[in-house]
Structure formats: C-alpha cells, structure tokens
C-alpha cells in the first residue's frame, strides 16, 4: 500500500509506536543474549517489529512473566537464574533518547498523544524506568497501550479499534508513527494517516519545528 501525503493541517492527535520510534531497541542484542545462555537460532522468533512463537505469546499476554520464564528455562541446555533470563530478554531495550523525550513533551502540550505498543511486562518495567526525570514514562503519553494488556497486537485492526473505542479519537485525524510499513498498512484500512519511521527520518527530525 502506498502510503498517502499526509494532511499536516488536519492532525489533531497523535498516536506512537514504541520501540524503534521513541525507544531505541536492538533485537540482535536480545538474540545474542540468550545465545550465550544456550539458546539457539532465534533470529525468526525475535524480530524488530513481529515476534513469532513463545514470544508472540508473551507480547500478546496469554503467558505471564513467570510462565515465559520457566518455558525458557525448558528450551535452554541447563537451568539458569531466572534474572539471567530476564536480562538477556532486556538486552532489547537499548535507550530512550532526551531529544525524543522532548519531542513527546512538547507534542502533548498541543495535542493529545498515545502510544500503541506490541510489547510485554518485562519490556514494559524496563522502558518505562528509562526516561529522564520522569519516575514512570508513561506520564509522558495522554494514555498508553500495550499489546500484552488489551490482548491483541499490530497489524491486527482489532489493536486499533481498541484505541478507537477507549480514547474516541477520529482516525483521520490521527497521525499514527510506526517503524513498520505491515503496521502502518494496517492503521491505513481504517482511516488513520500514517507515516514511517526510519533511521533515516526520525522524529527528531520530523519535529524538529516544535
């Protein structure tokens, strides 16, 4: 799908993918983490936007922390810490840039913004400790949500109908932010305007008017 010019007048509210967006993650770094503990070839299961299999799961809350560590602990060649476990998982969660914080922060004093994240309690504890001079970067969002909590994750349309329904924001008005173009296609069938985030085009630089 290609993606549409988008209507700068018309936005009234914003609505934010996490990681990649405003946190800087590193799958790889996950990845080689949990090779160190034993556990192999997970390149296909930990990806940077879609995760497959036992973390798919996870994302999608139908495990809770303790079960996804202990089916780990069942996949690797002998038991370790559990906090082995939880840090190697959270190797993915690199920083949370203070240009990017105030990128939110001055968004927000003009306009509503969300935030709509495929992600899990661990990823969740870990993020929201990383935002200087914040004591929970939630604050920082008008409301946030996690796919773990409503129990449905991107590009399901079912995880944006959920923000639709709580906060009754108006799609064509939203902006929605995300480093994947399956994500933004999807956002796009019902009426948000979208635009990708890249390397190349961060939100630094998109709202460096603010």
């Known amino acids: ?9 018309e936005i009234d509210t914003y609505l934010f993918d996490l990681g990649g967006v405003i946190v800087d993650i590193s799958p790889a770094a996950a990845i080689e983490a949990f090779s160190r503990l034993g556990l192999k070839n997970l390149d296909v299961q930990i990806t940077q936007a879609h995760h497959q299999g036992l973390f798919k799961q996870y994302e999608l809350g139908a495990i809770t922390t303790d079960e996804f560590i202990e089916q780990i602990q069942e996949l690797l060649p002998q038991r370790v810490k559990d906090i082995q476990i939880v840090n190697a998982w959270n190797e993915m969660i690199v920083a949370f840039r203070k240009e990017r914080i105030e990128v939110v922060e001055k968004l927000k004093c003009r306009y509503p913004v969300y935030l709509l994240s495929n ?9 929201t400790q990383m935002a200087d001079g914040y004591e929970n970067a939630e604050k920082l969002f008008t409301e946030v949500f996690y796919s773990y909590k409503i129990k449905q994750s ?16 108006n799609p064509s008005t939203t902006l929605f932010l995300d480093d994947s173009q399956i994500n933004l296609n999807a956002a796009a069938k019902l009426g948000f305007q979208t635009l990708l985030i890249s390397k190349e085009q961060t939100i630094e630089k998109l709202f460096s008017w603010l």
Do not use: R, S
């Open 1 to 9: 799908m290609q993606e549409k010019e988008i209507n700068w007048p």
């Open 119 to 127: 992600t899990n309690e661990l990823h969740c504890k870990k993020y």
């Open 154 to 169: 991107k590009p399901d349309l079912g995880a944006f109908k959920k923000v639709v329904e709580e906060t009754g924001l």
